[in-house]
């Protein structure tokens, strides 16, 4: 009933810069948090963004200063732009957003399919 839809991503050399998008559809009545998670070979997945309905961002202590997550309420939308890349953020890319769902007003968190990022050195 919700779908994400990421975009974005590819193969960057070190200090280049990317734009992930997560795009939500479906059954949506609202979309509370929005965030970016990553997962790097053999790691866990951990956390890099987020931001709330009304634009509180949060970021990693890794990304911070490099990273800049932004929303589109309008278009149901959501962006990272990734600066000064380096080799460690490699990773497969995630996005996950809190929906309350137009069908039961029931919240529930989607992910996307993930989009591979790789920095090159």
């Known amino acids: 009933q919700v779908q994400l839809v990421q975009s974005g991503g590819g193969l960057v050399q070190a200090g280049g810069s990317l734009r992930l998008s997560c795009a939500a559809s479906g059954s949506i009545f609202s979309i509370n948090a929005m965030g970016w998670y990553r997962q790097a070979p053999g790691k866990q997945r951990e956390y890099v963004a987020s931001?709330?309905?009304?634009?509180?961002?949060n970021y990693a202590r890794s990304v911070k200063g490099r990273f800049t997550i932004s929303r589109d309420n309008a278009k149901n939308t959501m962006y990272l732009q990734m600066n000064s890349l380096k080799p460690e953020d490699t990773a497969v890319y995630y996005c996950?957003?809190?929906?309350?769902?137009?069908?039961?007003?029931?919240?529930?968190?989607?992910w996307g399919q993930g989009t591979q990022v790789t920095v090159s050195s």
């Open positions: 996950n957003v809190e929906v309350r769902r137009k069908s039961d007003y029931d919240w529930e968190d989607y």
């Open positions: 931001i709330a309905s009304i634009g509180t961002t």
